[in-house]
């Protein structure tokens, strides 16, 4: 009955605006449910979700959780993180039964769940920098200036190619690496943050 109460609350007609996601997304023990609800897409308690969400914040192993540390993130998390990401059809979470669920909308706001840590690499700078060699590249190139003229074009076409697809390999690597879901602990934790 509770469960056919809370799904009928819901409004899952359209997509959550930007606004919404990152109103439920900009605190950091939602991020770790989502994190935890990547990995494994099956019903989860809330008693093994709030361990595992224990162990990241206090940066320790499941075992080494205390029982102090774990009550407070379950508290919370039934209190008030979950029925927030219930209310947005981010998930579903049943608090008579204590069982969290991923929905549709779960893996719908991926998008907006990449980590940037303060050392973030300026990829777009990199690209217009890229960009900028390449165009004083061709008008060096047209104006003949030695020892440019060295290498024919088609080896410096070559080059710039060559450069560009690196880097754009590079770039998906480490954009894939910075995903949540990817890897078994959130990359905020593997990248250190501020939050």
Do not use: C
């Amino acid at each position: 009955m509770a469960q056919q109460q809370r799904t009928d609350n819901i409004d899952d007609s359209g997509p959550l605006s930007k606004g919404e996601i990152f109103e439920v997304l900009r605190n950091q023990r939602r991020r770790y449910v989502l994190q935890y609800l990547k990995q494994d897409t099956r019903p989860v308690e809330l008693g093994d979700l709030a361990q595992q969400v224990a162990a990241w914040e206090y940066e320790t192993t499941l075992d080494e959780v205390t029982p102090e540390q774990r009550k407070r993130v379950y508290t919370t998390l039934q209190q008030t993180h979950l029925p927030k990401m219930d209310q947005s059809g981010i998930l579903l979470f049943d608090s008579d039964d204590g069982v969290i669920e991923a929905t549709d909308r779960t893996r719908d706001i991926s998008i907006y769940l990449e980590i940037v840590p303060g050392h973030e690499f300026a990829w777009r700078e990199l690209y217009l920098s890229l960009g900028a060699i390449s165009s004083a590249l061709v008008a060096a190139l047209w104006l003949e200036i030695y020892p440019l003229t060295m290498l024919s074009d088609l080896t410096w076409t070559g080059i710039v190619a060559v450069t560009f697809t690196l880097t754009a390999v590079v770039h998906i690597y480490y954009e894939r690496n910075m995903r949540l879901g990817h890897g078994e602990q959130p990359p905020e934790l593997s990248y250190g943050s501020d939050d």
